[in-house]
C-alpha cells in the first residue's frame, strides 16, 4: 500500500509526454517551424516531371528535423491536424503559384498532391474552405490532387458522400499507399 506501480508511472509519464507533444505540435504551426518538401511525381513515359507531392515536415528548433511519423498520428488524435491540414493546403497552392511563376518550361502546367487524413474528410467546412483557398491563389481545383489512405474508407458511406462532393466541386482524389493497410 502507498506505493506507486511500474504501470501507473509509466502511463503517467506517457500522458505528460504526449501532453507537451501536442503543446510543441501547436507551437510548431504557431512559430511557422513547419514547412514543405515536394517529392516530383514523375509520368513514366518520358520522364517528365508532371507534379509534386507535398510532404509535411518540422523543423523543430532544438531537436532538428522531425518525421511525419512522430507527430501526425498525434496532431489526428487531438485535431490538430485540422489546422495544420489548411496551412498545407494553403502553402502547397501558394507555392505551386511561385513555381508556374518560375518554370521556363513549355509544358503542361504541373499540379499538386496534397495528403489528407481521415479526421479532415469529416469536417463539413473542408470543401468550401479548399474552394476559397485555390480561388484566392488564382487557381482551379484541377490543380490540386487530394491524396487518401485507403484508411479513410473504413466509414465507405460518408467517404463516397465526400469523394461526390470533391468531385462537383472539380477536385480529383489520388489513393495512396493502396494495398499497404486494409486492402492487403
Not at 517528365?48 to 532544438?62: C, D, K, N, S, Y
Not at 508556374?100 to 499538386?112: G, H, K, L, Q, W
Not at 498532391?113 to 479532415?120: A, E, K, L
Request: hydrophobic share 40%; aromatic share 8%; net charge negative.
Amino acid at each position: 500500500p502507498g506505493t506507486v506501480g511500474p504501470r501507473l508511472v509509466d502511463d503517467t509519464t506517457g500522458a505528460i509526454a504526449k501532453m507537451k507533444m501536442e503543446t510543441s505540435i501547436q507551437e510548431a504551426l504557431e512559430k511557422e517551424q513547419l514547412e514543405l518538401w515536394y517529392q516530383p511525381i514523375v509520368r513514366l513515359k518520358d520522364s517528365q516531371v508532371i507534379g509534386f507531392e507535398a510532404l509535411i515536415r518540422w523543423r523543430h528548433p532544438t531537436r532538428g528535423m522531425i518525421p511525419p511519423f512522430e507527430f501526425i498520428e498525434l496532431a489526428e488524435e487531438t485535431q490538430l491536424i485540422v489546422p495544420i491540414g489548411k496551412w498545407v493546403f494553403d502553402r502547397a497552392c501558394r507555392d505551386l503559384v511561385a513555381l508556374r511563376a518560375n518554370d521556363p518550361r513549355d509544358i503542361d502546367p504541373v499540379f499538386v498532391n496534397v495528403n489528407f487524413s481521415g479526421r479532415q474528410v469529416l469536417e463539413d467546412s473542408l470543401i468550401p474552405a479548399m474552394t476559397e483557398t485555390i480561388e484566392a491563389h488564382g487557381l482551379s481545383p484541377r490543380d490540386i490532387k487530394i491524396e487518401v489512405t485507403e484508411g479513410v474508407f473504413i466509414d465507405a458511406r460518408s467517404t463516397l458522400a465526400w469523394m461526390k462532393k470533391l468531385e462537383s466541386s472539380g477536385f480529383r482524389v489520388v489513393l495512396d499507399d493502396f494495398g499497404t493497410g486494409y486492402s492487403s
